[in-house]
């Protein structure tokens, strides 16, 4: 199975859980998006599916 | 240098200084409001946060990239003001409207800083995506601050969209042109019931203080500060400056007159 992490293909990634700790030990401050839609705390271990895009965003400085 | 934390305004007295800005259901002492972009690290951020003397801070949302320096989430709270997310940088409504979903999960608040800008040379705000993307995010039970245009009938627009507040651009986004239609602002305020924040292009303090004195309810900068040679000096210059235009406001300027008018009377003249 492969999905695109934050515009990177990986085929290690089997969750919202797993992509979070892929990128960051941070869990406070994290947002999870799957194909653009946001995906709540609750859901982060339901599986993801081939070719899913997952952004895992958080706060930086901005106006 | 004067240490900012100890420059305080002297003019802060009177009927109605001390009202605090109710934005939906918070009411805040200060009426200046903080961008973050463009700080150049953590502890200047931190340091412009406390002189500025504001209690609500702007931050974006972005990948989470590895190696940045802790979390600027744990810098505001530290500083023990709220958080305001933005969705800087949506050319879209359904982007817009999803960022702000994203940071409603990552910040566990409903309040967005609603930015759908219409491109990137002017950063300026596409009213068609904005009026949508306010829409679908009051609808949700998002408390919407729409970053805007100085237009007056669009900021009428939003508030019928059920947005908490207006924010009038002063000027283009990291501009610091200052407020180049005063006028419509002025109008924005007249007509509003709802606070109207002054929003982007604030160059310096008297920047600050106009669009109070224009009737702002409170103003939101970031590069003028970050950006500046000494923003914790700057940020205090501002926590001045919109105490002082709000002071000035209140107190009511005098008429502008073609001709002079004398201050000392010219009774009892000596005939010399």
Redesign the interface.
């Known amino acids: 199975m492969k999905i695109e992490l934050n515009g990177e293909a990986r085929g290690d990634v089997k969750t919202a859980a797993a992509a979070v700790a892929a990128v960051t030990e941070a869990r406070r401050g994290i947002a999870v998006a799957v194909n653009g839609e946001v995906v709540p705390r609750s859901e982060w271990d339901l599986p993801l599916a081939d070719g899913d895009t997952v952004e895992v965003l958080t706060a930086t400085q901005g106006g | 240098m004067p240490d900012p934390a100890t420059v305080t305004p002297g003019i802060a007295s009177g009927p109605g200084i001390h009202t605090g800005l109710t934005i939906a259901d918070k009411t805040f002492d200060s009426r200046l409001i903080l961008?973050?972009?463009?700080?150049a690290n953590h502890a200047q951020?931190a340091a412009a946060i406390a002189a500025s003397g504001t209690e609500l801070v702007?931050?974006?949302?972005?990948?989470?990239s590895?190696g940045?320096e802790g979390?600027?989430?744990d810098v505001i709270e530290s500083c023990g003001v709220d958080?305001l997310?933005?969705t800087?940088g949506c050319f879209t409504a359904e982007q817009a409207v999803?960022t702000a979903?994203?940071?409603?999960?990552?910040?566990g608040t409903n309040w967005i800083k609603l930015e759908v800008i219409g491109d990137e040379d002017t950063l300026l705000p596409d009213p068609v995506e904005l009026l949508d993307a306010a829409e679908t995010l009051v609808a949700e039970g998002f408390t919407v601050l729409p970053y805007t245009n100085d237009d007056p009938i669009l900021a009428r627009h939003l508030e019928a969209a059920g947005c908490a507040a207006v924010m009038p651009l002063a000027a283009p986004?990291?501009t610091g042109l200052g407020i180049r239609n005063p006028h419509n602002l002025a109008l924005i305020c007249e007509g509003a019931n709802v606070p109207v924040i002054c929003d982007?292009g604030i160059g310096t303090a008297s920047d600050a203080a106009q669009a109070m004195e224009l009737g702002c309810a409170a103003v939101?900068l970031?590069?003028a500060v970050t950006r500046a040679a000494d923003p914790e000096l700057m940020a205090a210059a501002m926590r001045d400056a919109v105490t002082a235009g709000r002071a000035a406001r209140l107190a009511g300027r005098i008429p502008k007159r073609q001709l002079a008018k004398a201050s000392t009377t010219f009774d009892g003249m000596a005939d010399l």
């Open positions: 961008g973050t972009g463009g700080a951020l702007t931050v974006a949302l972005r990948r989470v590895p940045t979390s600027i989430v958080v997310p933005n800087a999803r979903r994203l940071a409603r999960e990552a910040f986004i990291g982007a939101l970031a590069t």
